[in-house]
């Protein structure tokens, strides 16, 4: 989104000029817009099924779960670091929230039941401590965050293998599952959360001191330790920031399928990371935002879903995921390669 590049834009007399240097210098932005349309067409003119209105709103809501975990994810890949743990803190606080409403009944004083606000607010406290482990083990530590996040990956399986014991989980708080499975006025209220949190994202990165110094760490964080900001406080909170967003997303998600088990979120992993990068975001940091990531959903839900509304072998459908997100690492490399070329 150009507010979100504005933080990193050279100066006037720098910019490209000329429509070719621009669309070059623009290509990130640019190629994620026609893919979606594209594929928007492709599929419409191949299904009939496709361009209804009643398709939008399922490609929304399949889409929902992702844009949750994927705005925090936003923020970590925008200070150049990645996080692997999301899929895992999503599945272990979906988990969570369902075993701490079982507990309900024994776990209480003179027998007054625990409100289900209590086993939500216990199941955020579990995910931000693991996102906060995350960040000592970034900032304190000095552990590369694919390392750790991998590391909290695990730690987050064994943690969901032990609450749930191979079984499945069908009860959560009646708030929990209002926003998750319930509607108001036929839009459902997961696509309202999601576009909430969506809409935050934007606003804090955007608008905030906080967005504008994620944008400097992203951008040059040796320049922003000069500045004389706090690093390892911007890159701790991001950390702490996707892993809350990824046990939100986990409890929606929950009462959405109806159940909670184990391994029950490992494809969003793929899925989110695929959002904010074919989106347009940039792996190196300091470049896209809210706006790319939005973008990168509608490519990731139109693309699911236009796939189950055309005759093609479902194994091709994953070759056929993998081949987007490839061409979009390659023009997200390539698009950092012209920028370097262009600042020498």
């Known amino acids: 989104m150009a507010s979100s590049d504005s933080a990193?834009?050279?100066?006037?007399?720098?910019?490209?000029?000329?429509?070719?240097?621009?669309?070059?210098?623009?290509?990130?932005?640019?190629?994620?817009?026609?893919?979606?349309?594209?594929?928007?067409?492709?599929?419409?003119?191949?299904?009939?099924?496709?361009?209804?209105?009643?398709?939008?709103?399922?490609?929304?809501?399949?889409?929902s779960v992702t844009g949750i975990i994927a705005v925090g994810l936003t923020f970590v890949i925008l200070c150049a670091e990645i996080d692997l743990s999301i899929a895992s803190i999503a599945n272990v606080t979906g988990i969570a929230v369902a075993y701490f409403t079982l507990q309900e009944s024994y776990v209480n004083i003179a027998n007054v039941p625990?409100?289900?606000?209590?086993?939500?607010?216990?199941?955020?406290?579990?995910?931000?401590?693991?996102?906060?482990?995350?960040?000592?083990?970034?900032?304190?530590?000095?552990?590369?965050?694919?390392?750790?996040?991998?590391?909290?990956?695990q730690i987050a399986a064994g943690v969901s293998a032990l609450l749930v014991r191979g079984?499945?989980?069908?009860?959560?708080?009646?708030?929990?599952?209002?926003?998750?499975s319930g509607s108001i006025g036929g839009i459902p209220w997961i696509v309202i959360v999601a576009a909430v949190m969506l809409l935050g994202g934007h606003l804090v990165l955007t608008y905030t001191r906080?967005?504008?110094?994620?944008?400097?760490?992203?951008?040059?964080?040796?320049?922003?330790?000069?500045?004389?900001?706090?690093?390892?406080?911007?890159?701790?909170?991001?950390?702490?920031?996707?892993?809350?967003?990824?046990?939100?997303?986990?409890?929606l998600g929950v009462a959405h399928f109806g159940s909670a088990q184990q391994n029950e979120f490992d494809t969003y992993l793929l899925d989110s990371i695929a959002a904010v990068v074919v989106g347009g975001t940039s792996l190196?940091?300091?470049?896209?935002?809210?706006?790319?990531?939005?973008?990168?959903?509608?490519?990731?839900?139109?693309?699911?879903?236009?796939?189950?509304?055309?005759n093609i072998d479902s194994f091709l459908k994953i070759l056929i995921r993998g081949l987007i997100l490839l061409a979009a690492l390659i023009i997200n490399v390539y698009a950092q390669r012209l920028r370097e070329q262009a600042a020498d």
Do not use: W
């Open 8 to 63: 990193t834009a050279p100066a006037d007399h720098k910019r490209p000029r000329g429509l070719a240097p621009f669309l070059r210098s623009q290509m990130r932005n640019i190629a994620p817009f026609l893919t979606l349309i594209f594929l928007s067409a492709f599929f419409a003119i191949a299904s009939p099924s496709f361009a209804t209105i009643d398709n939008v709103g399922n490609i929304l809501t399949q889409v």
């Open 114 to 153: 625990m409100p289900g606000i209590v086993a939500i607010l216990l199941a955020l406290a579990l995910c931000a401590l693991l996102g906060l482990v995350n960040a000592l083990g970034l900032t304190m530590i000095g552990i590369p965050s694919f390392i750790m996040t991998l590391a909290m990956m």
């Open 167 to 180: 079984q499945i989980a069908y009860k959560v708080p009646d708030l929990i599952t209002t926003l998750g």
């Open 210 to 251: 906080f967005g504008r110094y994620v944008y400097m760490v992203g951008g040059n964080r040796e320049a922003a330790e000069f500045a004389g900001l706090n690093v390892k406080l911007i890159l701790g909170s991001v950390m702490v920031i996707s892993a809350v967003c990824s046990g939100i997303g986990g409890m």
């Open 284 to 310: 190196f940091g300091g470049r896209g935002g809210i706006g790319n990531t939005i973008v990168g959903l509608f490519v990731l839900g139109v693309l699911n879903n236009g796939l189950d509304h055309v």
